[in-house]
């Protein structure tokens, strides 16, 4: 077996995006053998540790995790936790021992896990996860629990005052700007049965990402997916199909500024955007210098790390109603706390 060269790779800011590119085999330029990488009857948990201890020696982050991922990948497991005693006792068969070296071959070139193995879970789900399209971060679990908990409220609000008395519920309709692959989008439909969504992105990878993962859940009749630039303007019917939404959800590359400003008519209620701890004052400062718009930041909520990540943006309902709130994080709603990234 070979080592091949080694690609550079990135973080952007709303997850890890892998700069490389993978060649086919026939492409790759062999460096030096690593031998003994073919040990007759090796035992799944033999192979992990000797994937873990050669990731280590190339600098790979996250070795054992990233072995352990892999290996369970090919056995068809989840995680590597999750196979019995006795599977991980059992010799590797000659195919299986192929695949996992050929996926062990994309991390020794950085690839992200994620990429790797082609899925990854977010909110429960698990979703397809392809190049070059953003991997959604563990933080922004946090952000669908923000929008949860909000129209958690909303309907008991609407339960203690009988709104809901003589009317079927209707779930709120959801608008996800920059959607990557849909992971925002569809765990909120996921969770909120009688909501619909439209997700919104420039490219096509992650358009045609969205497309696939919804159709794997089985939520595509629920959500309209947007080829578009929202940089170049707003399409009122393309994205508004169904009329104004209840909540804009974002995790963008870029403050959307101009964007927020032609969409302020059409929000009923709520903006829950994900940003770098560095942008809140300078979203602050923006929406103050546009009261036209009638926004203001109702709260800024801090992530699992500490780091004030999200944004609730409001429509102003009189002077006593801008009143910003800094809250902790909701790990208490059931945020996920990984600690691990598995990109580097």
């Keep these: 077996m070979w080592l091949w060269r080694v690609k550079p790779w990135g973080l952007g800011l709303r997850g890890l995006k892998w700069k490389g590119r993978f060649h086919s085999p026939l492409d790759l330029l062999p460096l030096r053998p690593v031998s003994d990488c073919r040990t007759p009857s090796m035992t799944v948990t033999a192979l992990v540790d000797h994937w873990a201890q050669l990731f280590e020696e190339r600098g790979v982050p996250e070795a054992r995790e990233s072995s352990e991922y892999i290996v369970a990948h090919v056995l068809g497991a989840k995680t590597f ?51 070059p399209v953003f991997i959604p971060r563990p933080e922004t679990e946090e952000l669908v629990n923000l929008v949860l908990h909000e129209e958690s409220q909303r309907c008991q609000e609407s339960r203690g005052n009988n709104i809901l008395d003589h009317q079927p519920h209707l779930g709120p309709l959801i608008l996800d700007m920059c959607c990557g692959s849909g992971a925002i989008a569809l765990s909120l439909l996921s969770r909120l049965t009688q909501s619909h969504a439209v997700a919104v992105d420039k490219g096509e990878e992650a358009i045609q990402l969205t497309r696939e993962n919804a159709q794997r859940l089985c939520l595509e009749n629920r959500i309209q997916i947007v080829h578009h630039d929202i940089t170049s303007g707003v399409n009122r019917e393309q994205l508004l199909p169904w009329g104004p939404v209840d909540f804009v959800v974002s995790n963008p590359p870029y403050i959307f500024h101009r964007d927020m400003g032609q969409l302020a008519p059409e929000i009923l209620r709520s903006i829950f955007l994900e940003v770098d701890p560095r942008h809140p004052e300078l979203v602050e400062n923006w929406l103050q210098s546009r009261p036209d718009l009638d926004l203001f930041i109702s709260a800024t909520h801090v992530d699992f790390c500490g780091k004030p990540r999200f944004l609730h943006i409001q429509k102003s309902r009189g002077a006593g109603s801008r009143c910003t709130q800094k809250v902790p994080n909701l790990q208490l709603m059931g945020a996920s706390s990984k600690s691990n990234f598995l990109g580097h």
């Design 81 to 131: 936790q999750s196979l019995l005693a006795s599977q991980r006792c059992t010799s590797i068969t000659d195919l299986q021992q192929k695949q996992i070296g050929e996926l062990c071959a994309r991390r020794l070139q950085r690839m992200p896990v994620q990429y790797v193995i082609g899925e990854w879970d977010f909110q429960g789900l698990t979703l397809k996860m392809a190049p």
